[in-house]
């Protein structure tokens, strides 16, 4: 509400002066009347019974005059001024006449009228108005004397009378003040343009008083019409004698023609012509120099400039170029042996200086468009130069900065070892690198890598400038860091995982070891009995003894694996080249009982190429997996063993094919892990150890196991192991 009032008493301004100059007036009139509308609504609720009337007048009138103020501030000025004097005119002229006449004080207000339509829309309108209040008056006069006036209908108080005489004495004081002001300020003005007037007719007097130039106003057909003379230049005749002439009458007629075209040019083109001329004065000839600006009415302004001085020092400066010329031939001879080897070491300097050039171009293009920052800085602190990267790092205008001292924020600490580096620097141990934090604006910590380098002078004795290239390294740090502890971690558990496979191989191969004592005891007994009271026995017990020798040469055979796959941890790897060939012939051999016995066809690679393993868990890789192709194969088919290998990088894959039952899809990955087994002890003998350790032994080798099998139709191991790395 505050700020509203202090908007509407502001008094507006607008674009247009006189409109501003106007809208016052009637701005402080209408503030003025709604002042002391209020006021006056206030005393006479206060002093006098109140008046229905005359509070609607009030009313009225303070309603009134807000929408004129709302009106006047949306720039309708002319308009707001019409609208108040005329409806001002108004209400005096209805209480005039309700009350009594020329005698009303009312009447009287015709004056604020008057002065307020003068003053915000013209004189003119003030004097429309004048006439109608006069023309009021005397119809005002008529009705009194003709008794034609209506009764009164507002009765006159004491309070009423020097309220509204007190509103009239302000207005008008108000108005008059207004008036007096804007003649004072009108005055001001002229007096003001006055004395510019006088001061640029001083300069412009002045300024023709140091032109050193004749000036002639002449017409199209070359008549004199003005003349202004120049300080120190004589004219051919006295102005009595050419002013109201024509050229030809007083020029030479060769120059009367010349100035004649230069003239119609001039008034035709609308273009300052130049030319020069000569005359004799005394016998001598003097030049000069005519410059003809065109003007309005066909006529020109002629500017006449005395130039036999220069026309003479042009002449000694010819005859002296001409001297010189002849004494620059004369050198000539002399300088061109000079001259060419001059040109031949400009030629190597130009060289030079575009490989500079470009050098510079290719240095700035790469350190402005890099993103490490970089700054160089005298010994004093004060920045040279800065480059876009570190003005976008810090935040900073690279303008602002250079010239400057600006310093990133940086903790104690961290100050002290840059100051450290920095005062460790010298000419021969010029660069240093350090690790700070700074804190950025915002109050972000971040770590930066700085490299420092002294430049030093050519001498290599004192210090130039300082040049320092950074770049923000608070990520590496924290993944170094994370790295850090995930490394302490993995250790743990390493150390941790391998503890706990340590004593799980050491009790794998003491439960398999202390087994063996009991089991070689109940094998033994159980053939010993066999030997002695088998044909004792009716076929039942036959049957149970044949059971227990059975399943005591399983449990030896599951013990001889489950050490197998213990002491694969336990013993050191040797990898060296080895002959596939070799391993394959060796595996045969061993194997030649179950072939024989299962008339089972093995195809193997001629020339199989070299791996790099350990020859023992080579052999037991293969060994384990011919065996498994022997074994698991289709009742009714002669089992089928293909190896193939083939070369791929740095490695060498062994495919070992077989035409046996098969593995399903989803137990192909379950093959590979301790007693994992797919059938029943009564169909295939084994032990689920096999492929688990096949799987040990080559990923100690550094290699892979895989399988490729479909149920009933066969199976494909792939081994893929090392190559050496002289092999082909």
Known sequence: ?????????????????????????????????????????????????????????????????????????????????????????????????????????????YLLVII??????????????????????????????????????LTDTSLSLWATDALFFLMAAVLLSLTTRRLRDALDRARNNEEALRASQRRQRALLDAIPDMIFRIDRNGVYLDFIPAQGMRTLLPPSDFLGKPQHEVLPPEIAEKSRRFIEQAVDTGVLQVFEYALPFEGT?????????????????????????????????LRMNEELEQRVAERTATLEATVARLEAEIAERRRTEAALRLSEARYRAIVEDQTEMICRFTPEGALTYVNAAYARYFRQDPEGLVGGRFMPEIPPEDQAKMAQNIEALDCEHPVT??????????????????????????????????????????????AAEEIRKLNDDLRRRAAGLEAANEELRSFTYSVSHDLRAPLRAVHGFANLFARRYYDRLDDEGRRYIDLIVEAGARMDHFINDLLSYARLGRKA?????????????????????????????????????LVLGDPTLLNQVFLNLFENALTYRREGTTPELTVRCETTGDHVLVHVTDNGIGIPEVFQKQIFQVFQRLHGQ???????????IVKKAVERMDGTVSVHSKEGEGSTFTVRLPKPPDAP
């Not at 005519?290 to 400066?317: I, S």
């Open 682 to 692: 009564q169909d295939y003998p084994g032990t689920g150890i096999g492929l688990a």
């Open 285 to 317: 000839p003097r030049f000069f120099e005519a410059r003809l600006a065109p003007l309005e009415g066909d006529q020109v302004l002629g500017l006449v400039r005395d130039v036999t001085e220069r026309k003479t020092f042009e002449e000694k400066l």
């Open 573 to 609: 790897v040797t990898r060296s080249p080895m002959p596939l060939s070799d391993i394959f012939e060796r595996v045969v051999h061993t194997l030649t009982p179950l072939i024989e016995e299962t008339g089972a066809r093995v195809a193997l690679p001629a020339g199989a190429p």
């Open 116 to 153: 307020i339509a003068t003053l915000v829309v013209g004189e003119r309108t003030g004097l429309v108005f004048a006439g109608l209040s006069i023309l009021s008056g005397v119809g005002l006069l008529l009705a009194e004397k003709k008794g034609m006036l209506p009764q009164p209908i």
């Open 1 to 109: 509400m505050a700020t509203w009032i202090r908007t509407l008493v502001k008094p507006p301004v607008f674009d247009d002066e006189a409109k501003t100059r106007r809208a016052y007036p009637l701005h402080l009139t209408l503030l003025t009347a709604l002042a002391v509308a209020g006021l006056y609504a206030l005393a006479m609720l206060a002093f006098v019974p109140p008046d229905p009337l005359r509070l609607g007048i009030t009313l009225f009138t303070t309603l009134f005059a807000g929408g004129v103020l709302l009106l006047l501030r949306r720039g309708h000025v002319r308009h707001a001024g019409l609208l108040f004097s005329a409806t001002l005119w108004l209400i005096f002229s209805l209480s005039a006449l309700f009350e009594n006449g020329v005698h009303s004080p009312a009447f009287h207000g």
């Open 433 to 478: 690198t350090v690790e700070l934090r700074v804190i950025l604006p915002g109050g972000e910590v971040r770590w930066n890598q700085w490299t420092y380098r002294l430049i030093c002078d050519e001498a290599g004795e004192n210090v130039v400038e300082y040049q320092a290239v950074g770049r923000d390294v608070t990520e590496q740090r924290r």
